[in-house]
């Protein structure tokens, strides 16, 4: 076996379930399939298929996060004189440029203020006696769920594969859920808007309500979800509105 041999296998190795799409005869982009096997085992036991959030494991989900940042991070490959490059495409997420991609290796994307987020964010539900759990569901379950009238959140693990920032996002979107309810009366409340403002046409959210698990829903809970999916990267205005729709009688 030869030594480039060897080295294009290890690298295949490496990058398992990236798939490869030619730009140019000498330069390639590999983008990693959102279809790959599930692999977050580093959380949830093999003997169980439930994990609930606490003060303790909190810096553990954190860290994991960290790692699947590292893995999904841009990376620039030399093969047998061909570039490739490698990243891991996210859902409804366009394609990145050579270009994109050589400025995010040269200035990755910091994650601490994320990191700090849900950190916080967690105490925060936790401390209000919101039940956080993390479970082993289905590839086509939805990432998070707020039931309100259990007080719960549920965190689909798959969310875990990509990464801080959208974890992040998830966890905003739900705190929102959670202000919602609030706003009608307290957290075991059936939802009501917050009056937080939509920065795009309506029109432009219903990309994210073309999923199955949306197929139901009524008028009124189909403006929740907008209202959810339009303000859940605000990760500060998520915690005012936390704080103001469910702290403030307290």
């Keep these: 076996m030869t030594k480039n041999l060897l080295f294009i296998l290890l690298i295949a190795f490496f990058f398992d379930n990236f798939f490869i799409r030619g730009l140019d005869s000498s330069t ?5 399939s959102s279809h790959e096997v599930k692999e977050v085992k ?8 439930v994990l609930k959030v606490n003060n303790r494991n909190i810096i553990k989900i ?20 061909k570039i490739k490059y490698s990243y891991r495409k996210l859902p409804n997420e366009p394609q990145k440029t050579i270009e994109e991609i050589e400025e995010l290796i040269k200035n990755p994307i910091k994650t601490s203020k994320y990191e700090f ?33 259990d007080k719960t959140v549920i965190i689909n693990e798959k969310v875990f594969k990509e990464g801080t920032i959208k974890f992040a996002y998830l966890l905003s979107h739900e705190m929102i859920h959670i202000a919602q ?4 009366g307290s957290f075991d409340s059936y939802p009501f808007l917050i009056g937080l403002e ?15 698990i949306y197929r139901d829903l009524k008028k009124d809970d189909i403006m929740l979800e907008i209202e959810a999916y339009a ?20």
């Design 117 to 149: 987020f849900i950190k916080k964010a967690l105490l925060i539900l936790l401390s209000n006696e919101i039940e956080i759990l993390i479970k082993d569901l289905p590839e086509n379950d939805p990432s998070g769920q707020w039931i309100h009238k």
């Design 42 to 49: 580093y959380l949830l036991s093999k003997k169980i298929s």
């Design 231 to 250: 303000n859940q990267t605000e990760i500060s205005q998520t915690i005012n509105a936390f704080k103001y729709f469910c702290l403030k009688q307290k």
């Design 198 to 212: 939509l920065k795009k046409p309506k029109n432009y959210y219903y990309k994210y309500l073309n999923n199955e």
């Design 28 to 32: 390639k982009v590999i983008n990693n």
């Design 62 to 81: 954190i860290n994991i996060l960290k790692r699947f940042d590292k893995k999904n991070s841009p990376k620039k490959i030399v093969v047998n004189g």
């Design 181 to 184: 309810s609030c706003n009608g």
